[in-house]
């Protein structure tokens, strides 16, 4: 990369640079958007007050679905009929930052299938609603390798992954821009430095990469010497090129997520193998 790696950390910056000087491989310009769709969906979950509110923005590059999670005032539906056949380049080179990320993750999961270079590929198990996100966050968790006492910082708050982290006896401080408090009541921070400054390890999602919060966090992590851990739907293939530069463990799920499905969908774990110590 053209830009120097400062004490093994990346900045998505510099990712993306490496990308636009071709020097990753296939250079941006040879690929293209096949197909565009910006989708909204809620969720909320039986005995819940919590609606999650999600706006997606897919990118079709050949097999892959670069994706981005946005708040709704970044882009409008209409970017779904703009971007179809535009050239990547054009589309990582965009002014608007979900559309970045969005193609980023596109040409970064068309280069590097996280099938052949993740660390551990999983089935996620047809069924429930309920019953797929609490084995999804149990594995969030344990790949964070959450230890009696740990304070956690959850940046991007999800009920069910906060049960997971108290199951391990790990203190959880959830950390949301949107949410108010947690399904049992509890403030959510949305001051993420509070919750930095005091946790043992750290767990965000790959929203923090369309908010633009993300490079501060894998900052704080190095400074500090904590693990951090990812859960992306969100610019998984971006987050996946972290590893060992800044983020410990991912646990990537790229489309069809899984509130888009009630059968088997993967996901891809990258770190130490499982059974590794």
């Known amino acids: 990369m053209n830009q120097q790696i400062q004490n093994g950390v990346m900045t998505v910056a510099m990712l993306w640079e490496s990308i636009v000087s071709g020097e990753l491989g296939t250079h941006p310009r040879e690929l293209s958007a096949t197909g ?3 989708i909204y969906q809620t969720t909320q979950f039986p005995s819940s007050e919590t609606k999650y509110h999600n706006y997606y923005l897919l990118l079709r590059v050949e097999s892959y679905f670069g994706a981005c999670s946005h708040m709704p005032d970044q882009i409008s539906i209409d970017v779904a009929g703009e971007l179809s056949g535009t050239p990547l380049d054009i589309c990582i080179c965009d002014s608007r ?3 970045r990320i969005a193609a980023m993750d596109a040409y970064l999961g068309t280069i590097f299938p996280h099938a052949e270079y993740c660390s551990n590929a999983m089935d996620l198990p047809a069924g429930t609603p309920v019953e797929r996100a609490n084995l999804r ?3 969030i968790a344990d790949t964070a390798n959450i230890t009696p006492g740990m304070k956690i910082a959850l940046i991007g708050v999800v009920n069910p992954l906060i049960s997971a982290i108290r199951h391990r006896g790990g203190i959880c401080l959830p950390c949301d821009l949107q949410m108010e408090k947690t399904q049992w009541g509890e403030p959510v921070e949305k001051d993420m430095e509070k919750v930095l400054n005091e946790a043992d390890g750290i767990i965000c ?3 923090t990469l369309s908010n633009g919060t993300f490079d501060r966090i894998v900052e704080r ?3 500090r010497n904590v693990p951090l851990t990812v859960y992306a739907q969100t610019g998984s293939a971006i987050t996946a090129r972290f590893i060992g530069k800044g983020v410990t463990g991912l646990v990537a799920e790229p489309f ?3 509130q888009f499905n009630a059968g088997v969908t ?3 774990c990258y770190g130490k193998k499982a059974g590794e110590e």
């Open 256 to 258: 069809p997520f899984s």
């Open 221 to 223: 992590a190095s400074v």
């Open 266 to 268: 993967q996901l891809y």
């Open 36 to 38: 565009a769709s910006y």
């Open 205 to 207: 999602t790959g929203m």
């Open 137 to 139: 966050d149990n594995l």
């Open 97 to 99: 930052l979900p559309i």
